[in-house]
C-alpha cells in the first residue's frame, strides 16, 4: 500500500486513474471473448459446410434419404441423422417432461424448504454425471433390463439411449419450470386457498397456468440439450445412419455421425471432414433456434409478474 | 342444478365426501412426488454401484500405473489421467482468469447499452451450444488455423471455451450477491472502481467464485465430445513431457504440444471395444470419473454452504 501522501498527490492520482482504465480495457478483452466464440463457430462452421456445399446441392442434402459420405456411393442426405435425433430426444422428453414438471411442482408447492434446499443439489448431480458414464450405463444396463420385457430388441437401440438422455435433464427442466412457478405471486394461490381449493388443485389449476410459459421454455431448453447429447447415443444407439423414427432399431444421430467420424483418421480437407461441419451447422442451427425460443420465454415469465 | 340440489350439495354427504376425496389426492401426489424424487436419486446410486460392481476386479496400483494394453487385465489409465490433469490444468488456468474478468468487467464497469447486451446474450448463447460444436470448432480454429495440432494444448483451450459461460455466470451472482453500500461506502473513500472492485467485491464473492470453477471443472473432467473430435488418441504408452526439468529453466511448457488421452476418452474406448473383458476397464474408468465429478460437485456445494453461513451482510 503506497502511502497516503503520494494516493492524493497529483501524480498519484494520475497513475491510478491509467491504470483503472488499463483494467478496463483489459477486462472489456476478457467479455469479448464470449463475442469473438460465437463468431468463430459461426465462421468455422459456414467456412468448412461452403465447401462442402461446392460437392453437395442443399436440395439433395435436405431431402436424400441416405447419409453415406463415407462409402463409394456416396449419398448426402441428413434426413436420417435428423430421424435418429427427432427419435432419440422425443424418448428424452417422454421421461424428462412428466418426471421434471412432478419433481418442480412437488418441489415449488409441498417441499418443505429444508427439503428443498437438500433435494436440489443433489438432483442436480444427475446432470452433472459424465455423458460417457451415461453411455455405459445405457448400454449395460438399460438395455439388457428392456431385452427382458422386448427379447427382440437390438443390442444397440434408441429407445435406451434415449431413456438415459431423458433422465439426464430431468434436473435441468425441473430447475427451469420450479423457477417459473416461484415466479408466480403469493396472492393468487392464496386467492386459491381461500376459495376451499387443496394445495394440489392450487398447483395444477393456478400455478401450473400461470407458469405456462416458463414450463413451454423449460422443455424447450431440455430439447436443446437432449438434441446437442452426444456421447450416449454415440456408445448406446449404434452408429449406423438410418432412416427410421422407431425407437427400437438403432440409429445415428447428428452428433453420434460427427464423433463416428471423428474417431477415424480422415484427412484435413476431404469431403469426409467437411461433411461433419455440415452436419454441425443443421445441429447448431435446431439447436439456436429452440435455446432462443426457450430463453425468449423465460424472460416472459420473469417480466409477467 | 337446482337451488334446492346446490343446498343439499352443500350441506350434505357430497360436498363431504369431495373434499374428503380432493384431500387424499392432495396427499398421493406427495407421495407421487416423492417416489419420483427418490426414483431419480436411486438410479444416480445405482449407476455408482453398477460402475464401482463391474470394475472392482480393476481396482489395483496397477490400474493407475499402467498404460493402454492389448489385453485387458493389464491396460491401465496412467496416460489417461495424467493426460486429463494436465488438461484441466490448462483449462483452469484460461477459463478462471478470463472468465472472472468478463463477468467483473459485466457486473461493475458495462455501461447499459447495446454492446453489453450483445456480449450478454452471446455469454446466455454459449451455454446452450452442444458441446460437440466446440469440438467443431477446435478442430478447425485451434488444430488446424493456430496449427495447434491434436495437442494438450488444443484440448484445453477448447474445454476453458466450454465452461467459459459456466464460471462467467457464477462469478456474475456471486459479485451481484455483494451489498452496493460496501461499494458506496469505498468510493466514498476515494478508492476508484479497480480498487473497490479488487479490495472489496472481488474478496466478498471469492466463495461463489470458487463454486462456479468447481462446477466448471467437473463439467470439463467429463466431456468427452469435443476431445474426441479433436482427434485425442485412444491408445498411447508414452507421458506427455515432464513440466518439471532437472537442468535451468527446470519448468517447461513442451508437454503443451504433446498428443494425449483422457479419462473419459480411455472409458469411451474400452466401453467400444465388443471383448468384454474390457467392459471391466471400462467401468472401473467410469467408477473413478464418476468419483471425481460427485466429488468436485460436493466440493462446491460445500464452499456454497459455508461461505453463505460465514457472511452476515
Known amino acids: 500500500m503506497s502511502s497516503p501522501a503520494k494516493l492524493v498527490s497529483a501524480s498519484g492520482l494520475r497513475y491510478r486513474k491509467v491504470r483503472d482504465r488499463l483494467i478496463e480495457a483489459l477486462l472489456l478483452a476478457a467479455g469479448l471473448v464470449a463475442v469473438f466464440t460465437t463468431l468463430a463457430i459461426v465462421a468455422i462452421l459456414l467456412y468448412e459446410s461452403s465447401t462442402f456445399f461446392a460437392h453437395v446441392s442443399i436440395v439433395e442434402f435436405l431431402t436424400d434419404t441416405m447419409w453415406t459420405p463415407l462409402f463409394a456411393d456416396a449419398h448426402y442426405g441428413i434426413l436420417p441423422l435428423v430421424a435418429g435425433t427427432v427419435t432419440t430426444t422425443m424418448v428424452a422428453l417422454l421421461v424428462a417432461v412428466p418426471l421434471g414438471t412432478t419433481i418442480a411442482i412437488y418441489l415449488s408447492e409441498f417441499a418443505p424448504h429444508h427439503v428443498r434446499e437438500s433435494v436440489k443439489p443433489i438432483l442436480e448431480l444427475l446432470g452433472a454425471v459424465p455423458t460417457v458414464v451415461y453411455g455405459y450405463f445405457a448400454l449395460t444396463m438399460v438395455t439388457p433390463v428392456l431385452q427382458w420385457f422386448m427379447p427382440d430388441l437390438p443390442g444397440f437401440n434408441m429407445l435406451g439411449a434415449g431413456l438415459v438422455i431423458g433422465l439426464m435433464i430431468v434436473p435441468y427442466v425441473s430447475s427451469v419450470s420450479e423457477d417459473a412457478m416461484r415466479a408466480v405471486p403469493r396472492y393468487m394461490r392464496e386467492g386459491s386457498y381461500a376459495m376451499g381449493a387443496t394445495r394440489l388443485q392450487t398447483a395444477l389449476r393456478v400455478v401450473v397456468p400461470g407458469a405456462f410459459s416458463g414450463l413451454a421454455a423449460a422443455f424447450i431448453l431440455g430439447i436443446s440439450r437432449a438434441v446437442g447429447e452426444t456421447m450416449v447415443v454415440a456408445i448406446a444407439a449404434g452408429m449406423q445412419p438410418n432412416f427410421t423414427f422407431d425407437p427400437r432399431q438403432p440409429a445415428a444421430t447428428i452428433t453420434a455421425y460427427i464423433v463416428q467420424v471423428s474417431l477415424g483418421d480422415l484427412p484435413h480437407g476431404s469431403i469426409g471432414y467437411q461433411s461433419i461441419f455440415a452436419a454441425g451447422l443443421v445441429l447448431m442451427f435446431i439447436t439456436l433456434i429452440f435455446n432462443i425460443i426457450g430463453f425468449s420465454l423465460t424472460r416472459k415469465f420473469r417480466e409477467a409478474y | ?313
Open chain 2, 1 to 313: 342444478m337446482s337451488a334446492s340440489g346446490a343446498a343439499a350439495y352443500l350441506s350434505g354427504e357430497r360436498l363431504r365426501r369431495g373434499v374428503q376425496r380432493r384431500k387424499v389426492l392432495d396427499k398421493v401426489f406427495v407421495l407421487v412426488g416423492l417416489i419420483v424424487m427418490l426414483a431419480c436419486l436411486a438410479v444416480l446410486a445405482i449407476l455408482f454401484i453398477d460402475l464401482i460392481r463391474d470394475g472392482a476386479p480393476r481396482f489395483n496400483l496397477d490400474f493407475f500405473t499402467n498404460f493402454a494394453s492389448r489385453k485387458a487385465e493389464r491396460a491401465g489409465i496412467l496416460a489417461a489421467w495424467v493426460g486429463t490433469s494436465l488438461i484441466m490444468l490448462v483449462t483452469a488456468s484460461c477459463a478462471v482468469p478470463v472468465g472472472v474478468a468478463a463477468a467483473i468487467y459485466l457486473e461493475e464497469y458495462a455501461p447499459k447499452n447495446w454492446f453489453t447486451a450483445v456480449i450478454e446474450i452471446n455469454v446466455t448463447n454459449l451455454a446452450g451450444v452442444p458441446s460437440i460444436v466446440y469440438g467443431l470448432l477446435a478442430l478447425g480454429l485451434f488444430v488446424y488455423q493456430f496449427n495447434l495440432g491434436q495437442s494438450i494444448a488444443a484440448a484445453g483451450l477448447t474445454l476453458a471455451l466450454l465452461i467459459l459461460p459456466i464460471v462467467i455466470v457464477a462469478t456474475r451472482e456471486a459479485i451481484r450477491a455483494v451489498p452496493n453500500a460496501i461499494r458506496e461506502a469505498a468510493y466514498g473513500l476515494g478508492a476508484t472502481r479497480w480498487e473497490v472492485t479488487k479490495d472489496h467485491v472481488l474478496p466478498y464473492s471469492t466463495g461463489g467464485i470458487l463454486t462456479g470453477m468447481i462446477l466448471g471443472l467437473s463439467r470439463a473432467i467429463g466431456e468427452t465430445a469435443p476431445i474426441i473430435t479433436i482427434g485425442a488418441l485412444s491408445f498411447i504408452a508414452f507421458l506427455p513431457q515432464s513440466p518439471i526439468q532437472s537442468e535451468f529453466p527446470f519448468i517447461s511448457f513442451a508437454w503443451l504440444k504433446d498428443p494425449f488421452t483422457a479419462m473419459p476418452i480411455q472409458m469411451f474406448n474400452w466401453v467400444s471395444r465388443p471383448d468384454q473383458a474390457f467392459q471391466a476397464n471400462a467401468a472401473a474408468a467410469g467408477a473413478i470419473l464418476l468419483g471425481m465429478t460427485l466429488i468436485m460437485n460436493g466440493l462446491a456445494i460445500w464452499i456454497r454452504y459455508r461461505f453463505r453461513k460465514k457472511i452476515n451482510w
